[in-house]
């Protein structure tokens, strides 16, 4: 198992300190439009943190119920009175604190020590602590900040005037989505023992696959809503019902029951909608490659209608510049993907199921509930 180190607690606080910025700048943003007149702009932007706020606190509270099964029942309805009122997420970043500031710098455990060392036990409780954290920020970044990215860039090519808040809004959104990213792969190679470690390459190549492809796609969402409000939640909603019956298809078993189950399929389809997502752990090279071709045509074809529809977006802003955002963004998020597989992605896997593709899991604080989870939540 690898370590939980002090410069692993100096990230956590970090990141719980964005976390508190991040609801601080979308309660913000979103008295401004409010103030502005803008109420749907306002509406929007409270409507997206309410959703991620609601499925992860159902999340993890569920999680919770799962790991203290057969403890104290006054605990858990105090965890659940914390839930309701949207607090959830502290909890858990209290045990990580907790765990973490003594794994990192009360514990000494020697390299010949058991499992069962008290050392390996903290270690492990910490590493697990985090990694339930990162999985709950990895459905706020497809929920609330994703979204707002692409709320945000819709509205400055609608309106073409700038504010600070908006640019501070995309900053923290671009923020959340590369910490939640590369904050959860290294969670997972903590987690899993025939994980190796990710390396500083290794991080750089695989967040910028994410966040270029991403970039481009939520670019060419934009400018296909521009064009047509319509169209564009036509579209949406297409490649979620896509994303979600594939989900069914799959026979997903993350969840003890079948509501849960239904709610992580429905996410699972939202995600899709943004970036690629392994479900089952197999390989994946024919589905991410159909995935993205699918996604190249539909960007080109969005891109080759405003070429000819020439729509008022053209005299606004210089269709120019972001039709080449669009396309270097896509073309070298491809050249990352290829380059991180090909060369970077790890060559050592867990194998619950025999897996042969990346793995992506959270932990929970019992080794059976963690396994378990991450047999049947996988990323890549």
Known sequence: M????????????????????DIG????????????????????????????????????????KNDWEGTDTGKLKLVF????FHCGIFIRYWFALKYGCQAAFKQTSSRGASKADPSNFIQKQAIDAV??????????????????????????????????YQYAAI??????????????QISLRKSLPDKDEFRVLS??????????????WILSISLITLLSVRISVILLIFLW???FVWTLKQHTTFCKSKKMEYLYRTVVGIILIFSFFNIKGRRTKVWISIYYATHTVVTLSILFIYMFWKPSFNKEICFTIVSIL???????????????????????????????????????????????????????
Request: glycine residues 4%.
């Open 81 to 84: 009175l914390v839930h309701l």
């Open 2 to 21: 690898m370590k939980f180190t002090k410069q692993n607690f100096f990230f956590l606080v970090g990141g719980m300190i964005i976390y508190v910025v």
């Open 25 to 64: 700048v979308d309660f913000w943003v979103a008295s401004r439009y409010f103030c502005q007149g803008q109420y749907s702009w306002s509406i929007l932007i409270l409507c997206f943190r309410a959703l991620s706020s609601v499925v992860t606190q159902i999340f993890s509270y569920e999680w919770f």
């Open 203 to 216: 991080k750089f190549m695989y967040l910028f696959y994410k966040l270029l492809t991403i970039t481009s």
């Open 241 to 243: 019902i896509c994303g």
């Open 326 to 380: 669009t396309i270097s963004s896509l073309v070298l998020g491809i050249i990352f993907l290829v380059v991180y597989y090909s060369h970077l992605h790890p060559t050592t896997y867990f194998r619950p199921q025999a897996c042969s593709d990346e793995v992506d899991g959270v932990a929970g604080q019992k080794e059976t509930v963690k396994t378990d989870r991450f047999q049947n939540f996988l990323m890549q």
């Open 131 to 164: 990694t339930d954290i990162n999985m709950l920020r990895l459905f706020k970044t497809f929920l609330e900040t994703t979204p707002q990215l692409f709320l945000q860039i819709y509205i400055l090519m609608e309106h073409g005037e700038t504010h600070f």
């Open 171 to 184: 900053i923290m959104s671009f923020c959340g989505i590369s910490l939640s990213m590369v904050d959860y």
